[in-house]
């Protein structure tokens, strides 16, 4: 079974701040099924990176990520009001075929 | 562009089943290349995949699930469908259904608004 963790759990950052998530497996993920969603209160989570580095359409480029195997990164540039919300990683292919980490919240500090 | 609407009671009883239905509109569930899944959110809690399933009626589920869990397709009515038996207060969630997408890697790129499920006596 496939484990995803992420890190930190809440995340305290100022706007215009960079904040940095880590996502890590307990086995590899083939990298171009690890994906990342952004969850706001209230609503549903939405597509903000898949294949570990392409950016969903509708989100700034001050989102990136990287990373392959067991350790994945997103990083958020210049933190904007908006940004502020949890976000997940998700892998695919694995056992279960699909899992959730259990996500980092980004909150205003 | 395709969306993914849930319907279903919002309240059901301990030991009862709890059955969603996911409505899927501008595009057909008979395309190739997405799978058609349940996600659920405990409240104040992450994401759990619960299955999913293809046109075809192929299906895969969560190993914590797979004994009270049914996932079904209905392509004349583009809609599947959710039936989780002998539920408990733990099944209280959002449950939410979505689309996986091979152009994605498989991630989800299309959900619903999801909906309140309260199991209670």
């Known amino acids: 079974e496939i484990v995803l963790t992420q890190s930190p759990g809440t995340l305290s950052l100022s706007p215009g701040e960079r904040a940095n998530l880590s996502c890590r497996a307990s086995q590899n993920v083939g990298s171009q099924f690890l994906a990342w969603y952004q969850q706001r209160p209230g609503q549903a989570p939405r597509l903000l990176i898949y294949g570990a580095t392409n950016r969903a359409s509708g989100f700034s480029d001050r989102f990136s990520a990287g990373g392959s195997g067991t350790d994945f990164t997103l990083t958020i540039d210049r933190l904007e009001p908006e940004d502020f919300a949890v976000y997940f990683c998700q892998q695919y292919g694995g056992s279960p075929p699909l899992s959730f980490g259990g996500g980092t919240k980004v909150e205003i500090k | 562009q395709v969306q993914v609407q849930e319907s279903g009671p919002g309240l059901v009883k301990p030991s009862q089943t709890l059955s969603l239905t996911c409505t899927v509109s501008?595009?057909?569930?008979?395309?190739?290349?997405?799978?058609w899944t349940w996600i659920r959110q405990n409240p104040g809690k992450g994401l759990e995949w619960m299955g999913h399933?293809?046109?075809?009626?192929?299906?895969f589920y969560n190993p914590s699930l797979k004994t009270r869990l049914a996932i079904s397709v209905d392509t004349s009515n583009n809609r599947f469908s959710l039936k989780l038996n002998s539920v408990t207060a733990a099944d209280t969630a959002v449950y939410y259904c979505?689309?996986?997408?091979?152009?994605?890697?498989?991630?989800?790129?299309?959900w619903g608004q999801g909906t309140t499920v309260t199991v209670s006596s």
């Open positions: 399933t293809y046109y075809s009626g192929n299906t």
């Open positions: 501008g595009g057909s569930i008979n395309s190739d290349g997405f799978y």
């Open positions: 979505a689309r996986v997408s091979r152009h994605f890697y498989f991630g989800l790129d299309v």
